[in-house]
């Protein structure tokens, strides 16, 4: 009977302990590890009173960054003016001929975002800050923006009409720009540093995100608070 009680408080108290390990939440959205896969962003605020002619006079590249987390809502308003959607019939904050997926890579593992329901969904656990790019303010950045083109977004009769004009680097080079500029005006407005990186390990990174074929990984961006 002694035996029987005592193998039932042992049952409790495991079941317990697993409930609590699985409530112990996430480092960047505050979500428990069971619902992490999928992570609901806040909704865009923009309350800086910085004018537009500010933030492009203090627009700048920089490579150091201070030993601090974005907060959320500061990566959820720089994934939105990087391709969110501003408009109800579901239009973006950048031109669009085809679609610009963005990954977002921090200490706490690698993320897609997905504009239409606004969200981030984790594809990676790790961080591989430290393997994007041999250069050093990689591995230091609170985020490092991946811009990544898929070709099967472009329709096929468009593609063949871009070929024709300038060629499809011409009009990938052109939708990243779009994002990437955004991201460089919102980080000038909001005490941020950024730079784009062209010096990176495109396919080593194309196969740690498990990009199909025809899905590329194009540029980086890394962004974060400004170190003192």
Do not use: C
């Amino acid at each position: 009977m002694k035996r029987t009680a005592l193998t039932i408080v042992s049952m409790i108290l495991l079941i317990t302990l697993t409930n609590a390990q699985e409530k112990s939440h996430d480092a960047v959205s505050g979500a428990t590890k069971k619902e992490s896969t999928l992570i609901k962003l806040d909704k865009p605020k923009f309350e800086n009173q910085t004018s537009l002619y500010e933030a492009l006079k203090n627009r700048k590249s920089t490579r150091s960054f201070a030993d601090k987390n974005l907060s959320k809502q500061d990566l959820s308003n720089l994934l939105w003016a990087a391709a969110g959607i501003n408009r109800e019939n579901g239009g973006r904050t950048v031109p669009l001929l085809g679609d610009i997926q963005i990954y977002i890579a921090m200490k706490d593992g690698v993320y897609l975002y997905k504009p239409k329901h606004n969200v981030l969904k984790r594809v990676l656990k790790e961080d591989i800050r430290s393997e994007i790019s041999p250069q050093e303010p990689v591995k230091n950045a609170a985020a490092v923006f991946i811009m990544t083109i898929d070709d099967s977004s472009f329709a096929p009769y468009m593609k063949q009409a871009m070929e024709e004009a300038h060629g499809m680097d011409f009009y990938y080079g052109n939708q990243v720009a779009y994002s990437t500029q955004n991201i460089y005006l919102y980080a000038a407005s909001n005490n941020m540093n950024a730079v784009v990186i062209g010096g990176f390990h495109r396919k080593k990174v194309d196969k740690m995100l498990k990009l199909k074929e025809g899905h590329h990984s194009y540029l980086i961006q890394l962004v974060g608070y400004k170190s003192k």
